[in-house]
């Protein structure tokens, strides 16, 4: 007998042909479900995209809208050029990629291969600028300054120069009226990426890859209202690409145009007084480094005392914003971000951060007299103030006796401080105070006075500065105290010294930190825009504007207005009577204080001009100068890194800007019809029925109209004194300013 069944199979065959069978029908109904789900379930969606493979897309750039002055006048707007652009995606079709194609274009512009090659790739990681950091499958500009005959070579002969296309494009263009450059204001455009398209994809303002943005200043800060809505047609394609019919049509929608409160003119005279006051700064001698001061950085702000408008913010180094239109080239772009370029692109207005030096002593004042301290009551101006081996000395050893605080600020007495700050540390409980017991008001005071965060002004990127108080001195502390353990040794150098003390108590409020810090040194970082609030709430009865640069965006029709108000974020911590004090104390700072030898001859009467001096030292640096100054109308506020005092380095060019401002002649005299702006401009510019904004003719170099006043009256004996010194732009440097074991000088604020 046999056991092979009938069939012949034994049952492991069986078993296998089972499992056969149902892997053939899990298949099966895979694949049926999969069919069922791509032609029922998403065959609407699917036919869609099918459909769209037939259709091709035409771009019709929106115009970017223009940035006006506050008198209608172009600082940004846009021009008709030549652009010869080149898609990559049929270059990368050729069998060099290319590359041929590319060095033919570049002798038809008279451009090197090697640049032409650089823009068309694309930015990454690894690649440096530059590059195109735009979608890849978006045309590249080559160049926005073609010339037709070289726009025809290369449309008529487009077999040779297949994916070159040159067309007539509206390109963005920064006019600098008058002379204004406004570079860091208003900022710079690039093309759009692919991650921003996706980013922005669902919200109301998506991107197209077309799409050129705001990268930095007003362009960036005002994108979504200038950039307007690129127009796209959609045309129905057969499969050869022959057109068969149009689908559908969106217009392009031009964008908005951004009304500011910059005044070109006075923009001019800003940026030439601090590019001057720079250059004298250099030639003169720094006898503490033996050395010229180098001058190598700078701010300017002029704003509305009662509305915190900008009128004037200039930034120095600076650079000219139409380098990155078309794209950057390798020289330019190592002109503005190389290692020896002392970084340009830095609007140091709003992202220089230094030691204040003087100027702070408004927040010091206030502290002493919220602390319980008579603003009329005697303190000591001595030649020093010493903490056991430690010496804090005032200018050049001087002393005027017990004097009130409003002298004080007059003659920028540092001892005075010294002591009010050094008694309050001891009454908050010392170096060990007990929990609950510092009152901290020198601290607290530079918080309510919008110290330690920004302004929030209408620019991108503004920094914060520093206030040094207990919990920034104990975050700082944990962050660092391992380095400073390692480094530092008791009896080792100055720096070493410092790094040792920090690493036992670096967390604790010593009291010589209090001492530099009631005179604005050691570690508290300010910007210029901190100080014109400071400083305009001070003009104005102690009212805290938010500033604002622009003032009114303006549809493209023109038939839409939206005034940007100004906006109030606060009040000083200071009762009317410490302000009248203090603007009596900053006007004897301009009449018989430290800025007196500066502003000879102003007509105090007619047009009463406040000061504050201040001179910041810097560790392995020249000293900052401080100039911080208010009128009725304005505040304007000057430093310049490493260049000496404020009023020996600043104090000529802030005068200059308030004699352009009120028509103040060189003899002192006022000519009206000479004045750029006597009082704020209230209104906005007109607007025409075709939405064009009317502006006034451009006439002249303000900025040289008004050194020529100067020269040609008769000019007060100060004025031919030496420029003593100048400040520095301390962005992110180090502000230590303690003497320790070894004594201290003192410079004058």
């Known amino acids: 007998m046999t056991n092979i069944p009938e069939t012949g199979r034994t049952p492991r065959v069986q078993i296998r042909l089972v499992v056969i069978q149902i892997l053939v029908l899990s298949l ?7 069919l069922w789900y791509l032609q029922i379930r998403e065959g609407a969606a699917y036919q869609r995209e099918a459909s769209g493979n037939h259709v091709q897309q035409v771009v019709d750039p929106a115009v970017r809208g223009d940035i006006l002055d506050a008198r209608g006048i172009p600082l940004a707007d846009n021009e008709t050029r030549l652009v010869v652009s080149a898609s990559r995606t049929d270059l990368l079709k050729q ?3 290319g590359k041929a194609v590319l060095a033919k274009l570049a002798g038809v512009l008279g451009l090197k291969a090697a640049d032409v090659v650089q823009k068309v790739r ?18 590249i500009p080559i160049t926005d300054e073609a010339t037709p005959k070289q726009a025809l070579q290369i449309r008529e002969r487009a077999e040779d120069f297949p994916g070159i296309t040159a067309e007539p494009e509206a390109v963005r263009r920064y006019g600098a009226p008058g002379k204004s450059n406004t570079s860091q204001v208003l900022g710079y455009l690039s093309p759009v990426t692919d991650d921003e398209i996706q980013k922005a994809k669902d919200t109301d303002s998506p991107y197209l890859r077309s799409d050129m943005v705001g990268r930095s200043g007003l362009e960036r800060q005002y994108d979504k209202e200038l950039r307007g809505k690129a127009g796209v047609t959609r045309y129905e394609v057969d499969n050869l690409g022959r057109v068969i019919g149009r689908a559908k049509a969106d217009p392009a929608e031009s964008g908005s145009n951004l009304v500011t409160s910059i005044d070109s003119r ?3 005279v800003a940026e030439y007084e601090l ?7 250099r030639q003169q001698f720094d006898k503490i480094t033996g050395t010229n001061y180098k001058a190598d950085s700078g701010a300017v702000v002029v704003m509305e005392a009662k509305t915190g408008r900008i009128v ?14 078309g794209g950057i080239s390798a020289k330019d772009y190592k002109t503005l971000t190389g290692k020896n370029s002392d970084y340009p692109l830095l609007n140091r207005a709003i992202q220089g951060q230094a030691a204040p030096g003087s100027t702070f002593k408004v927040i010091s004042t206030a502290a002493a007299v919220e602390a319980g301290y008579d603003f009329d009551g005697r303190y000591p101006c001595t030649s020093s103030y010493s903490v056991g081996s430690q010496v804090f000395k005032n200018f050049e050893g001087e002393s005027f006796g017990p004097i009130p605080l409003g002298r004080a600020l007059e003659v920028s007495c540092d001892t005075v401080f010294y002591y009010l700050a050094d008694q309050q540390w001891k009454k908050d409980g010392g170096i060990n105070p ?16 919008g110290l330690g965060k920004e302004t929030g002004i209408d620019l ?89 640069i622009g003032k009114a965006v303006i549809s493209p029709d023109g038939k839409t207005v939206t005034p940007i108000p100004p906006k109030k974020t606060g009040r000083l911590p200071v009762s009317k009577a410490t302000l009248k004090g203090m603007n009596e104390a900053f006007a004897g700072v301009v009449t018989r204080g430290t800025a007196a030898w500066k502003f000879g001859g102003w007509p105090q009467d007619k047009i009463a001009l406040h000061a504050k001096t201040g001179t910041a030292e810097v560790y392995g640096k020249q000293t900052t100068s401080w100039l911080a100054t208010y009128s009725k109308d304005y505040t304007v506020i000057m430093t310049i890194a490493q260049a000496g005092t404020g009023s020996g380095a600043s104090g000529e060019a802030v005068r200059n800007i308030y004699s352009a401002l009120y028509g103040v002649q060189g003899d002192g005299s006022i000519d009206n019809k000479k004045a750029l702006l006597p009082q704020p401009q209230k209104t906005l510019p007109k607007v025409r029925t075709d939405g064009t904004v009317v502006a006034p003719k451009i006439v002249g170099d303000p900025a040289k109209d008004v050194e020529a006043a100067q020269k040609n009256n008769a000019t007060n004996a100060e004025d031919d004194q030496p420029a003593a010194t100048a400040p520095t732009d301390n962005t992110n440097s180090n502000t230590r300013r303690r003497p320790r074991r070894r004594g201290s000088r003192r410079t004058r604020t």
């Open 122 to 139: 694309l930015c990454d990681a690894k690649t440096p600028q530059p590059c195109w950091n735009g979608s890849p499958y978006q045309p």
């Open 275 to 281: 590019d001057k006051a720079m250059k004298v700064a």
């Open 434 to 449: 007990k929990k609950g017991q510092p009152k901290d008001f020198f601290y607290k005071a530079a918080h309510q006075f």
């Open 460 to 548: 991108p990127n503004e920094v914060t500065g520093r206030v040094p108080d207990r919990q920034w001195k104990q975050d700082y502390w944990k962050a660092n105290k391992d380095a400073w353990c390692k480094y530092g040794k008791k009896n080792g150098s100055y720096v070493e010294m410092i790094a040792y003390e920090n690493c036992l108590e670096g967390n604790k409020m010593r009291e010589g930190d209090s001492i530099n810090y009631s005179i604005g040194q050691g570690d508290t970082l300010v910007t210029p825009i901190q100080e014109a609030v400071i400083y305009g709430a001070v003009a104005n009865g102690g009212t805290m504007y938010q500033p604002t």
């Open 266 to 268: 006075v923009q001019r």
């Open 28 to 34: 099966l109904g895979t694949l049926g479900g999969r």
């Open 312 to 325: 004037a913010m200039a930034s120095a180094p600076t650079y000219d914003p139409n380098v990155w239109v």
């Open 95 to 97: 069998k060099d990629d």
